[in-house]
């Protein structure tokens, strides 16, 4: 075996030390809203399971501006750690979660005050209102501890600590999945005892992920919050990408609920959910490939070693496609059988739930290779071209093919637009700026 291959077979071993604990987490972690759904379809009603869908963006906005944040500084803490600037990069951690607890106090607190209000600036109509209302306030209460913690979590990733986040993630869910029962189906709690469930079980893993202080090894630690201008310009350019990422889950939903209202109704939005809930758990499979990839090639940027990044980075696009394929496979052929967990005893709306996921599912082919190019651009602080990458898919291609599929194709073209969309994306990204940037290096 010569020198290249033993390289290229470190950094595989490297990836799969990152990538595996991150997917699991996330495919654990999307078990959150997936188990609600399921109780709440068959312990309260299909209303209920539309109100969860439409406050679903404000949750992804949570989660959006937590990566803003978290993986913008944990970027760059991993590049300082790879430098050898551990002082440094634990600076950015303190700074970075400071910002992350007043943004999450700010926020969820008015979200409790306005309850109503945001829920139909969300497009709630009366027949959700009151469930919307009612779930939303919940998950803001706790979202005042779970919006720090989670950014904790992927400082925790960065600090070489990947189980331990995984660890975190996998106790929470569980104590999720056991609450969702009592509250739910024993105690007859409806849609406030998933939310409140949902909160115990994100706060027992931030308990956990608190305990990653008492390792020896670590980097991160406890320290007097030195504030500076310069690294937080840097935390924000760099997670600006994967705020715009995350936040492109909320706006793709909010428009297709808003397609969905307009052309089918309050139905379309109840068999939407269950798509959005099934897509979120392989949707979480490609974040967690790209969470596994940004602390190692964060790392070997810092050293100077960008060969190895763009190693990573196709062997991360590989394995996204690998995996999708699998996806697929299960979403074509057990699709309705997935959705029909939700809602046993309506199988037409979880036949509608199957054929829609047949198309929606199709985009997950070039998303996975659209997030690592962005990753990719993001770690070789191209901020422009991530960032521009990113917004297109929270307010772009999607929504062209939103306006111009459904007045022809009707129910099929709102299906199609998002994988229309997403391969537009990935054309630019793959076939534009990544080819431009390759002939560039070959040239110098």
């Known amino acids: 075996m010569n020198k290249v291959e033993m390289k290229t077979k470190c950094l595989r071993k490297e990836f799969a030390h990152y990538a595996i604990p991150a997917v699991v987490g996330m495919i654990v972690s ?34 959006a501006i937590v990566m803003l944040i978290a993986v913008g500084g944990a970027n760059h803490f991993s590049v300082n750690r790879g430098r050898g600037s551990n002082d440094k990069a634990n600076s950015i951690f303190i700074q970075s979660i400071t910002i992350l607890i007043i943004i999450g106090v700010i926020l969820n607190v008015v979200v409790l005050i306005f309850p109503e209000q945001v829920c139909e600036l969300l497009g709630a109509n009366q027949q959700i209102l009151t469930y919307a209302k009612e779930y939303i ?19 925790i990733r960065n600090d070489n600590a990947p189980k331990r986040e995984l660890m975190g993630t996998l106790v929470g869910t569980i104590i999720n999945i056991l609450l969702d029962y009592y509250f739910i189906m024993v105690l007859n709690m409806g849609i406030a005892g998933a939310a409140i469930a949902t909160g115990i079980g994100q706060t027992a893993s931030v308990m956990i992920f608190m305990t990653h202080f008492l390792k020896k090894e670590r980097v991160l630690h406890i320290e007097k919050i030195n504030w500076d201008l310069g690294t937080l310009k840097k935390i924000f350019a760099s997670g600006t990408p994967t705020f715009l990422m995350e936040f492109s ?7 297709f609920n808003l397609i969905l209202m307009a052309y089918v109704g309050a139905e379309g939005v109840s068999y939407y959910s269950i798509v959005m809930y099934i897509c979120s758990m392989f949707n979480m499979v490609l974040i967690g490939l790209t969470q596994g990839a940004q602390p190692i090639m964060s790392f070997h940027y810092g050293k100077g ?3 190895s990044v763009k190693q990573i980075c196709d062997i991360a696009i590989k394995t996204s496609l690998l995996l999708t394929t699998l996806m697929y496979l299960i979403i074509y052929f057990f699709g309705s059988t997935l959705a029909s967990i939700f809602v046993s005893d309506n199988i037409s709306l979880a036949t509608q739930a199957g054929t829609m996921m047949k198309s929606y599912f199709l985009a997950f082919f070039p998303i996975g290779i659209t997030l690592m190019n962005i990753l ?26 939103l306006l111009i599929l459904p007045p022809i194709l009707g129910t099929s073209g709102i299906y199609f637009s ?7 994306h990935c054309i630019l990204s793959e076939g534009i700026f990544v080819f431009k940037e390759r002939k560039q290096k070959q040239i110098a």
């Open 418 to 424: 998002f994988f229309c969309g997403e391969l537009c």
């Open 249 to 255: 889950q909320s706006a793709v939903a909010f428009s």
């Open 376 to 401: 990719y651009f993001q770690i070789m602080e191209q901020s422009f071209v991530a960032i521009l990458l990113s917004f297109l898919r929270c307010i772009g291609f999607v929504q062209l093919f």
């Open 137 to 155: 306030w919940w998950i803001s209460l706790f979202g005042i501890i779970y919006m720090p913690g989670l950014g904790f979590s992927i400082f």
């Open 30 to 63: 999307s078990l959150y809203n997936i188990v609600d759904g399921i109780f709440v379809g068959r312990g309260v009603g299909e209303d209920a399971l539309g109100a969860i869908n439409i406050v679903y963006p404000f949750i992804m906005l949570e989660i």
């Open 305 to 307: 070693e960008e060969d």
